[in-house]
Nanobody
Framework: QLQFVESGGGLVQPGGSLRLSCAAS????????IGWFRQAPGKEREGVSC????????YYADSVKGRFTISRDNAKKMAYLQMNNLKVEDTAVYYCKIFSSWGQGTQVAVSS
């Protein structure tokens, strides 16, 4: 099972920014696509963004397009999700997924 840990969540006001990190260890990150998902209270887990392994192609859910940016640094075995102009509806636990493995999640709360 792939090992990695998310961090960077927190409480922020609407319009604020956060950067989530996904730190991998024990395997070569280069070979894998990386996805960010989120699950809000009472809702199903949904895909937010993903980045390819080879060409670095990216995908964003319509709800975050233009506000979130996914990136990766294979040398550092890190993946990031830069979240700008956060909205109340972005409140959720955010998860990193690599292959079939999930991280433990990091809580993002957007509230005034």
């Amino acid at each position: 099972q792939l090992q990695f840990v998310e961090s960077g969540g927190g409480l922020v006001q609407p319009g604020g920014s956060l950067r989530l990190s996904c730190a991998a260890s024990g395997f070569t990150l280069d070979y894998y696509a990386i996805g960010w998902f989120r699950q809000a209270p009472g809702k199903e887990r949904e895909g937010v963004s993903c980045i390819g392994s080879s060409d670095g192609s990216t995908y964003y859910a319509d709800s975050v397009k233009g506000r979130f940016t996914i990136s990766r640094d294979n040398a550092k075995k890190m993946a990031y999700l830069q979240m700008n102009n956060l909205k109340v509806e972005d409140t959720a636990v955010y998860y990193c997924k690599i292959f079939s493995s999930w991280g433990q999640g990091t809580q993002v709360a957007v509230s005034s």
